[in-house]
């Protein structure tokens, strides 16, 4: 099966202009997960879908940024304006229902690599 | 709060040299612990899942195990391809809660 896409890979922009990340998740994964990593630290949570609707969107870090999931289908994560500490490799990850006890986990994209100038 | 320390940061060994990546966590109730490697410019590539103290899975010359406060990854006889950032996260257990809270991971490097 086709794994996790994201575009682009790789974003320059400047601080103020606004920046628009997709994810595609695996067909048929009803979870959408986003993840950013900033230089030195660790991946952290941004964000959780479940189909369309946002199920926990407690580790987003301000109004600047939006994600939307229409149709339940493929993400956006838009940043507006951009800031030079939103700079980091933005992940996306999807699962279908989680199962304790499966030796199953999140599925994650390749990252979009975000540098805001 | 959830937090996840892993060491050593780096790890340097020869070829056939075995080891082991600690992961120490403070969960408020663990739902799972997830073992992941990660290539440079790829995202987490997943291993393994453990749930409870005592548990352990085996993956090729990977093999994780769990206790009540620290997870161990052992790699016995590793080969150059095992080189990667290893990463373990956990899950916490609450209603509606499917965030994974990461450690910064180990840079193993395996020396031909």
């Known amino acids: 099966e086709a794994g996790v896409t994201q575009f682009p890979s790789h974003s320059v922009i400047e601080k103020g202009q606004t920046v628009t990340l997709r994810c595609d998740p695996i067909?048929?994964?009803?979870?959408l997960y986003w993840y950013r990593r900033v230089m030195g630290k660790e991946i952290k949570f941004l964000l959780h879908?479940?189909?369309?609707?946002?199920?926990?969107e407690s580790g987003m870090p301000n109004n600047r940024f939006l994600a939307e999931r229409t149709g339940g289908t493929y993400s956006t994560l838009k940043v507006q304006p951009a800031e030079l500490e939103d700079s980091g490799v933005y992940f996306c990850?999807?699962?279908?229902?989680?199962?304790?006890?499966?030796?199953?986990?999140?599925?994650f994209g390749s990252g979009t690599r975000l540098t805001v100038v | 709060e959830d937090q996840v320390t892993q060491s050593p940061e780096a790890l340097r060994l020869q070829e056939g040299e075995s080891s082991s990546l600690n992961c120490s966590y403070t969960?408020?109730?663990?739902?799972?612990l997830f073992w992941y490697r990660q290539d440079p410019g790829k995202g987490p590539e997943f291993l393994f899942t453990?749930?409870?103290a005592g548990e352990e899975k085996e993956k090729e010359r990977l093999k994780a195990t769990l206790t009540k406060k620290e997870s161990f990854l052992h790699i016995t006889a590793p080969k150059p391809e095992d080189s990667a950032t290893y990463l373990c996260?956990?899950?916490?257990?609450?209603?509606?809660?499917?965030?994974?809270?990461f450690g910064t991971g180990t840079r193993l490097t395996i020396i031909p």
């Open positions: 996260a956990v899950q916490a257990r609450q209603v509606g809660n499917e965030k994974l809270t």
């Open positions: 990850a999807s699962s279908q229902d989680f199962r304790v006890g499966s030796n199953y986990g999140y599925t």
């Open positions: 453990l749930y409870s």
């Open positions: 879908f479940v189909k369309e609707s946002k199920q926990d």
């Open positions: 067909s048929g994964h009803d979870n």
């Open positions: 969960v408020s109730g663990l739902r799972g």
